[in-house]
């Protein structure tokens, strides 16, 4: 299993015990360990992508976890670009699919790059701001964010690392 997929399951099984026996304060407690697994995982999984990236596009800065969606939409983004722009021009791909190409990268981008920025303002308060109370029912949330939806986090991360993995074998770039 891959580290990140460890962390989501970890995340799942907090989420999902059984709190009924557990005090309040440690319900607080599994609820927001649960959102700070839940944002490792999502966090893990870009990190995977940048690690590889930039090993072909450096970057000279070296990135705290509230620079990386800036990061993804802007030098990933560039780097990316002008990969795609070149393979346009080399007659690798076609107008179309350049555009095509173009399209999926300024989404997955921008999908990252939101999902990480809410993910780690809930990480933050969750591990930071004790005395922001955690709902626990109906269902776990934090500052208006429930932990289903907090479960999506890595998926969405996924699916747009994915997209840009396979616009960069698309234009030519080679396997990631």
């Known amino acids: 299993m891959v580290y990140d997929q460890s962390l989501q399951y970890v995340a799942v099984v907090l989420s999902e015990f059984d709190r009924s ?6 319900s607080d407690a599994l609820v927001r360990t649960a959102f700070n697994r839940y944002y490792y995982a999502a966090f893990i999984r870009a990190r995977q992508l940048l690690t590889v990236i930039s090993a072909v596009h450096p970057s000279k800065k070296k990135l705290g976890h509230s620079d990386y969606p800036k990061h993804i939409a802007g030098h990933v983004k560039r780097s990316l670009d002008r990969g795609i ?5 080399s ?3 076609t107008d179309a699919d350049w555009l095509r190409l173009n399209s999926e990268l300024k989404s997955s981008t921008k999908s990252i790059s939101a999902t990480l920025t809410s993910a780690y303002q809930i990480r933050v308060t969750a591990d930071y701001t004790p005395e922001r109370a955690v ?10 964010v429930t932990i289903k ?3 999506q986090w890595r998926t969405t991360v996924a699916i747009g690392c994915s997209k840009i993995e396979q616009t960069w074998k698309d234009c030519g770039q080679g396997p990631i």
């Open 21 to 26: 026996q557990s005090s309040p304060s440690e």
């Open 85 to 89: 722009n070149h393979a346009r021009k």
């Open 91 to 93: 007659k690798l791909i």
């Open 135 to 144: 709902t626990l029912r109906p269902a776990p949330s934090l500052e208006g």
């Open 149 to 151: 939806e907090a479960r």
